[in-house]
């Protein structure tokens, strides 16, 4: 039986947001008593980014069957912190959880490399579309943002498809190599590559709104000119799936 994270990346390439191959690329999958063999791929990859010059995050996560919300996770992004996966595993009750996954992300500063939620509101919001963008680390850290997030942030609203975003926060802390100029910059950047997604996210928002969703959010990742969608989230993505 496939979890509910899996199926929700599927429903992605369904609507062509997502490449199944790309899934595959990036999302290793493992049973939970094949912990061992997560920890030599992990190494292996690491040792592989060493040699290349490259720049890469990776997220180890516990998989529940049918759990919404944030999944238990360790950001791995060199050898030192693999001393944490052990310790990181045994702080959970492993009986809830039918697999560990890694994914992998890049997080090279050369060129546009940025991660997103796009949030659509429908009901008593000002504005139906909220984007909260970061730099160089995952989305889900949106969720931490306060006056000290160590990396850059913008916020900013707008009413519809097709209007100008507003920015309505821009934060960039110290010591960053990022100015305010390249950060307007890669944000303009960004809206237009997901403007150019709009056709498909709106059957995918057409898709969420007949399963009498409302609200909802889509994250996505954007590596020089490419632009990945990674995962969406509702009040309840299990009847989303499940539906008629």
């Not at 943002?145 to 097709?162: C, L």
């Not at 996210?201 to 409302?214: G, T």
Request: hydrophobic share 35%; with cysteine; glycine share 2%.
């Amino acid at each position: 039986m496939k979890p509910l994270k899996w199926k929700k990346y599927l429903k992605l390439v369904e609507y062509d947001l997502a490449s199944l191959t790309e899934l595959e690329r990036d999302i290793h999958r493992y049973p939970l008593h094949d912990f061992a063999q997560i920890e030599t791929d992990l190494c292996a990859a690491l040792l592989l980014d060493a040699a290349e010059g490259q720049h890469n995050l990776y997220v180890v996560k516990l998989v529940p069957l049918a759990q919404q919300g944030q999944l238990p996770n360790l950001r791995i992004s060199d050898h030192n912190d693999l001393s944490q996966l052990h310790l990181f595993v045994e702080n959970y009750d492993l009986s809830r959880y039918v697999e560990i996954w890694f994914c992998r992300t890049s997080i090279d500063r050369a060129s546009l490399n940025v991660a997103g939620r796009l949030s659509f509101y429908m009901r008593n919001q000002p504005h139906s579309q909220i984007l909260e963008q970061v730099w160089w680390c995952s989305p889900r850290l949106i969720e931490t943002y306060n006056q000290y997030f160590e990396y850059p942030y913008v916020r900013a609203s707008r009413s519809s498809w097709g209007w100008r975003y507003r920015i309505e926060e821009a934060h960039i802390p110290d010591n960053s190599e990022l100015t305010r100029h390249r950060q307007e910059l890669e944000f303009s950047q960004s809206t237009l590559l997901l403007e150019r997604c709009r056709c498909r996210l709106e059957c995918f928002e057409e898709f969420i709104h007949s399963k009498r969703e409302r609200d909802f959010s889509i994250e996505y990742k954007i590596a020089g000119s490419n632009l990945s969608i990674i995962d969406w989230d509702t009040s309840d993505d299990q009847e989303v799936l499940d539906g008629n």
